[in-house]
């Protein structure tokens, strides 16, 4: 521990941490005097802070292993977790971004080398080594953009079909990294979804409906999790990974109860939903992981805290089947408050529709004449309304 005013402009730490971490990093190699056996090798000196790459450099050089700052170690979480086309080419794009001005910095470090011109390739005339490359990265990070924007085009398509299908029954499960965000969304839909107790398990939304299905169906989706001080370059590449959120009807805010920080991680969401725009879409609060809160006594405790700081909130674990059942409910509730009552009819001659009525809505009651059936139902107004169309345009 220590308190600075200041970071060592050269090499973040002052000279006698670095000395001291020094000796830690060699004594963990070589073993100490009392203790023969040497312990795990250090491997790598992490940062929680951004650094400039000639600090990493030297803090390097004291401290003789590896140095990596808050935005690499992210970076590096992200990469390995990336599954799909676009949640790689997210990432790669925030890496490039994330080098191409260090790189220019790593030139001056380096010295009158990293200038030296040469005319091979495609090089232009007296371009450097560092140009190139930073050209390389600019083209780059073009390419994978236009190659982005044409996944997004294809998930808005995706998007629009969902939405044409159904109504606007989505919830979606936001929150604090490792908040047990996947978890519930496998509770909640029965499907298997990645589940990993490591930072960062998604990268990728998906979409599941609830279940036992409800009336309206409910679209429930999963997203990455947040963290504070998310380097700036990788909000903008995870944004259209979050825009499924802004879809949603519902958000439910998962947060990990049982997580001494819990608060600050629950600031840290509420802000970044905010940064997306989706301060006004309606939210819960779900504490989950509270079997993970000590003995009985102090679960209650806890819960009776939660219930009296946050009115509405919902205290529960994932792990409970009972919890789950009560969450599903609560989430079915808050979509049928919105039904109304209406009358469909259907014509004879169009019976093979007969299937999506009593998929889409309620039928409270029916009834049958010379021209078709009615159909007394309670749903969600504007899929009523769609119904209403096809129904129509069957005749
Ligand atoms: N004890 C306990 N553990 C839970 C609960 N819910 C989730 N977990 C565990 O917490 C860890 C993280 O769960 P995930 O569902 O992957 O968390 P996530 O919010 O999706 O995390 P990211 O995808 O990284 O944002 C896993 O080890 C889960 O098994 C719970 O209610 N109780
Ligand atoms: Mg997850």
């Not at 308190?3 to 941490?17: I, P, S």
Request: aromatic share 6%.
């Amino acid at each position: 521990m220590q308190k600075r005013q200041h970071f060592d402009t050269a090499a973040y730490l002052g000279v006698g941490k670095r000395e001291e971490i020094h000796q830690y990093v060699n004594m963990a190699s070589v073993g100490d005097v009392n203790d023969n056996a040497a312990s795990d090798p250090i491997e790598a000196i992490l940062v929680d802070h951004e650094i400039s790459p000639s600090q990493a450099r030297n803090l390097e050089k004291a401290v003789g292993c590896p140095v990596m700052d808050r935005t690499m170690v992210i970076l590096e979480i992200f990469h390995r977790n990336a599954r799909s086309p676009a949640a790689r080419a997210q990432v790669e794009i925030a890496r490039l971004g994330y080098m191409a001005p260090r790189l220019r910095e790593m030139a001056k470090l380096a010295g009158p080398q990293g200038r030296q011109r040469s005319g091979v390739g495609g090089r232009g005339a007296g371009e450097s080594h560092t140009e190139l490359d930073r050209r390389k990265i600019r083209d780059r990070i073009a390419e994978l953009q236009l190659d982005i924007l044409a996944m997004e085009a294809d998930r808005q398509i995706q998007r629009a079909r969902r939405q044409e299908r159904r109504s606007q029954a989505a919830v979606a499960l936001v929150g604090y990294t490792n908040a047990g965000k996947s978890t519930l969304m496998r509770a909640l839909t029965g499907s298997e979804v990645l589940v990993a107790n490591k930072l960062f398990a998604t990268l990728d939304t998906t979409v599941r409906a609830l279940y036992p299905e409800s009336v309206p169906r409910v679209l429930v989706s999963d997203t990455v999790g947040f963290i504070k001080n998310l380097p700036h370059g990788l909000v903008a590449s995870f944004k259209s990974t979050l825009d499924e959120a802004l879809d949603a009807a519902l958000l439910l805010h998962v947060i990990d109860a049982s997580d001494p920080g819990f608060e600050r991680q629950l600031d840290v969401t509420v802000d970044v939903l905010a940064e997306i725009g989706a301060q006004d879409i309606p939210r819960m609060l779900i504490f989950n992981k509270i079997d993970h809160v000590g003995d009985a006594v102090a679960q209650a405790e806890c819960a009776a805290r939660l219930n009296a700081k946050y009115p509405a909130c919902i205290v529960m674990s994932a792990r409970r089947p009972d919890d789950v059942a009560r969450l599903h409910q609560v989430i079915v509730n808050f979509f049928q408050q919105d039904l109304i009552e209406d009358e469909l009819f259907l014509p004879w001659t169009a019976q093979q529709l007969r299937s999506d009525i009593y998929a889409n809505c309620n039928v409270l009651a029916e009834r049958a004449d010379a021209q078709g059936a009615y159909f007394r139902v309670n749903g969600e107004a504007g899929m009523l309304q769609a119904l209403r169309e096809r129904l129509g345009l069957a005749t």
